[in-house]
């Protein structure tokens, strides 16, 4: 039997095997050569349909709280934390702030986040090397966020993983700070093709690095033409408004769309 | 390293489908913009296979343009 469905059919092609060689065959038989007759199932199951279901309903929960949920995806150590602890303090009484932070150990995020005053929890995801939809329903169940409020999820540091599962957040917003270089959209293009919004962080440091911000935006939206693209320091400040007008933008979107 | 949950998700749905019968063989596809790896998911799949129906099943990789990643089909005993 050959892969048919995906055009690349015939009876003589190519096979990737468990081994990683590629060669081609021409007949079917199990590796294993055994006798037992077989038969063949069509499944045709995506393999994420699983975690895409239960974004979904993540998704509607949220729509049905009117609330706000976002994922921050990185490296490691381009400022999340930092973003997160100044966004809570700036928009103190302006909007309810939840968050689900993730990191394969410890709780020292959840920490540095609660004391800012907000609701926080940790999820630990142990190997893992990014939230799953499953994770942040357990989560939720847990924060019980108030309706009309933002949630703010640290995924767990990493420009790869985390772009492949939906979380039922409204967007991705990938930090990129100045210190990693800015040849990263074009390394990790599936994150930037994830997100609708890329922060440039630690801009305090750029007179100490070579990073070219325009040609960083360029090659973002060489991969992704919509995203947009703000410069800041989660440290001075600087630039921060434009991320908290664009969170608001966001927020009135998510709390108007109930009633749509 | 997604590919070891991807990896225990093929082998969650192929194991779910076949029910107690042995699968000898697995088809899956793995799209270009699938941001998965094809030998990540091949060198993670005869460790998780190890003790459930799966257990020795050969697995095929085809590499497709498109973006999804997808358990297309397998072979199983046939029933008793
Ligand atoms: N100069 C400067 N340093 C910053 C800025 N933002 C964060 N940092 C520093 O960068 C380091 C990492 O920041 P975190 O906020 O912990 O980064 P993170 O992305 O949450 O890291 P992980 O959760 O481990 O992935 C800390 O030492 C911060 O003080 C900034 O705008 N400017
Ligand atoms: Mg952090």
Known sequence: ?260 | MHELALTHEIVAIVCQAAGDRRVHRVTLEVGERSCATPESIAFCFDVIARGTCAEGARLDICRTDGDDLMVTTMEIEEAA
């Open chain 1, 1 to 260: 039997m050959m892969c048919g469905h995906c055009g690349c059919g015939g009876p003589d092609h190519e096979h990737e095997h468990e081994d990683g060689t590629r060669h081609s065959h021409s007949h079917s038989h199990a590796h294993g050569h055994t006798h037992t007759p077989t038969t063949l199932v069509e499944l045709q199951t995506r393999v994420l349909a699983k975690n895409d279901a239960i974004a979904a309903r993540n998704r509607a929960w949220f729509a049905g709280r009117e609330m706000l949920a976002i994922n921050l995806v990185s490296s490691p150590g381009a400022g999340k934390t930092t973003l997160l602890e100044r966004t809570i303090r700036d928009l103190h009484g302006q909007y309810d702030i939840g968050v689900l932070e993730g990191d394969q150990a410890t709780s020292l995020d959840r920490d540095r986040v609660a004391a800012t005053g907000a609701p926080v929890i940790q999820v630990n995801t142990g190997t893992g090397c990014h939230l799953e939809a499953d994770q942040v329903a357990r989560g939720l169940n847990e924060l019980r966020p108030a309706p009309r409020s933002i949630l703010l999820i640290e995924n767990v540091g990493n420009l790869v993983c985390p772009a492949m599962f939906d979380l039922g957040e409204r967007a991705k917003v990938v930090i990129l700070s100045v210190t990693e270089g800015d040849d990263k959209p074009l390394k990790y293009p599936h994150m930037f093709r994830a997100a609708p919004l890329m922060l440039i962080n630690k801009i305090d440091l750029l007179p100490h690095v070579d990073f070219d911000v325009a040609r960083v935006t360029a090659s973002a939206r060489d991969v992704n033409p919509a995203i947009a693209a703000i410069g800041l320091s989660a440290r001075t400040g600087e630039g921060m408004q434009q991320w908290y007008d664009w969170l608001r933008r966001e927020w009135t979107v998510a709390t108007e769309a109930a009633f749509a």
